[in-house]
């Protein structure tokens, strides 16, 4: 479960084992125990032997301790072995992957170097060598690999972690077809199609394996990871439940994915208390911890967490490339937003992820920061059907559509949108009130306007409706948004811009395309103005005023 571990750790005290009860008082066997698994009651044993006939039962010890996950424990007990004179060279093996499954890598490599050759040591190796990033040292012992079970096997998984989860499935399947008894296998193929996205095809292989294994901890976890995709948080919890509640031993060795995995469930609850100590442990808590921070809008939080990461997987550059983005977007920097559209066209370019949703997406994200609306179209259209209640696509996909000039569509997705956060952010704002100008509904507009409080962002709204709605001929909302301004603003490039929307106001009404009274308001809005222009120009509309009987 444990193979992804970046991070360094000494285990913990061993989890509590349920011994299993024997008829009468007749002390088992130590071969009856391990193959029950029950590597509590072998250790129990074997303490009990050391004690009273002084056998020397440390290797077989440390061998129960590290299949019962307790990898402090065989730590203590393989190294005190290597220290004696009559140590057996294979325990330097035995070390090498108790080292492993701590996370101890270095130490790991040392310790397998001075076992040895063997299978075991030639595997672990293998996965050394992929932690490593060593391709040289890697392609050595994939060459080293035999054609036996447990050598597949390690490919398989060294596969699986590359993201190559097809060629994975294939070794499992070819493997189960001689071997129908290797039940646990299917949860290995069922995690492959996970990874692939194909998650009722998981739930079907997987239910091969918990009709023989109903409690199998990372079973149930990936059936709750199913549900949760498929369907939501709730169902996916309902599926951890007996797992949580639970004390076995099972429980005790996949705790910490399953803490996680709620965090996840829950939507984010719990994060800063459950994930922090997980990241490089569990591969996925930094991922998590880094969504959780762009949740709240701690953007340097998150950049923080992820600068360092180096991507080997399609979801880590995917996650660098909406932080650098964010990052860009909220500092204005460019060099920010080009690392992200680079991480964006990797992904999206990539032969495994072009035809993927979450490839398209890329794309579409790559060109939205070029600034080529056409092809962001291209890629969202593509995909839309997948998404049409989501808030974040159709905020995306409404401003593509405007950017295009296609404003009467952009407006309608732009009215799918429920989440308040979106709604209320300017340039949904902006966008809509644009929208609603260029399909000659500038009273909406205007109601946008004021509907907002005073700040940094209704002047720029301000600003945009009295612009726009005077390049449209909407010279009414034209002339409001300018007085405002002008009244905010001692800037006489708002004046001139109130005193053309006002004249245009009153061509309108001279050409029968705006009611006549509307020249009451323009005569009040000039002459909230003390300029000079403004008297002859009232004495000329006062003046058609009289002359066509219209009162002001």
């Known amino acids: 479960m444990m193979l992804s571990r970046a991070k360094p750790a000494v285990g913990g005290t061993p989890p509590p084992g349920d011994r299993r009860r024997k ?3 007749e002390v088992p066997q130590l071969e009856e125990l391990l193959a029950q698994r029950d590597f509590t009651g072998a250790i129990a044993l074997l303490e009990f032997k050391q004690h009273v006939e002084e056998e020397d039962g440390n290797l077989w010890i440390g061998y129960c301790a590290f299949h019962l996950g307790d990898y402090k424990r065989a730590l ?5 072995l290597t220290k004696q004179a009559t140590c057996k ?3 330097w093996v035995n070390l090498a992957c108790t080292y492993f499954f701590l996370g101890m890598y270095t130490q790991a490599e040392q310790a397998a170097l001075k076992a040895p050759k063997s299978g075991l040591q030639n595997r672990l190796l293998f996965h050394l060598a992929h932690k490593f990033s060593d391709e040289k040292k890697l392609m050595s012992s994939h060459q080293n690999l035999q054609d036996v079970t447990e050598d597949q096997l390690s490919l398989a998984s060294i596969h699986y972690m590359r ?3 097809q060629e994975a499935i294939d070794i499992y399947k070819r493997i189960l077809l001689d071997n129908r008894e290797y039940l646990a296998l299917n949860v290995y193929v069922a995690l492959c199609y996970y990874k692939l996205d194909y998650y009722d095809v998981s739930q079907e292989v997987l239910a091969v394996y918990l009709q023989q294994v109903p409690d199998s901890t990372i079973a149930l976890n990936l059936k709750a990871c199913n549900h949760f995709r498929l369907y939501n948080g709730k169902a996916a919890e309902a599926e951890l439940k007996n797992l949580t509640d639970s004390a076995s031993s099972s429980f005790e060795f996949g705790k910490e994915l399953i803490k996680h995995n709620l965090v996840v469930f829950r939507g984010g609850e719990g994060a800063l208390q459950v994930l922090p100590p997980l990241v490089d442990v569990i591969p996925e808590a930094r ?10 809008d701690d953007v340097q939080e998150a950049y923080n967490l992820i600068k360092d990461l180096e991507p080997t997987a399609p979801q880590e550059y995917i996650l660098k490339g909406v932080v650098n983005a964010a990052l860009g977007q909220e500092m204005g920097s460019r060099d920010h937003l080009k690392i992200a559209q680079q991480f964006f066209q990797l992904v999206g370019e990539s032969a495994s992820e072009c035809d993927t949703i979450p490839g398209r997406q890329c794309m579409s994200s790559c060109f939205f920061l070029l600034r080529q609306f056409p092809n962001v179209l291209i890629y969202l259209n593509s995909i839309k059907s997948y998404f049409y209640n989501n808030d974040t696509f ?6 593509a559509k405007a950017a295009m000039g296609n404003f009467s569509e952009a407006e309608e997705v732009f009215l799918l949108i429920q989440s308040e956060k979106i709604k209320s952010d300017f340039v949904y704002l902006s966008w809509l009130a644009r929208c609603y100008i260029m399909n000659k509904k500038p009273q909406l507009a205007w109601k946008l306007y004021l ?5 940094g962002d209704s002047f720029n ?3 945009l409706i009295a612009n726009d709605c005077y390049k449209m001929r909407q010279f009414y909302y034209s002339a409001k948004a300018f007085d405002i301004l002008e009244r905010l603003d001692n800037n006489p490039e708002y004046w001139e811009g109130k005193r053309g929307a006002c004249v245009g106001v009153f061509q309108m009404i001279l050409a029968g395309r705006e009611a006549k009274e509307t020249l009451r308001e323009v005569l009040h809005l000039l002459k909230s103005t003390g300029n000079s222009q403004v008297e002859y120009i009232v004495r000329v509309m006062k003046k058609w005023a009289k002359e066509n009987r219209v009162p002001v």
């Open 89 to 91: 060279p294979d325990v």
């Open 394 to 399: 159709n905020f995306n996909y409404a401003q």
């Open 287 to 296: 991922l998590n911890l880094v969504i959780y921070y762009l949740q709240q």
């Open 76 to 80: 203590e007990e393989y190294e005190a």
């Open 23 to 25: 008829k009468g008082k």
């Open 451 to 455: 509907k907002m409080e005073t700040s």
């Open 163 to 165: 993201s190559h989860y």
């Open 461 to 463: 709204l301000l600003q």
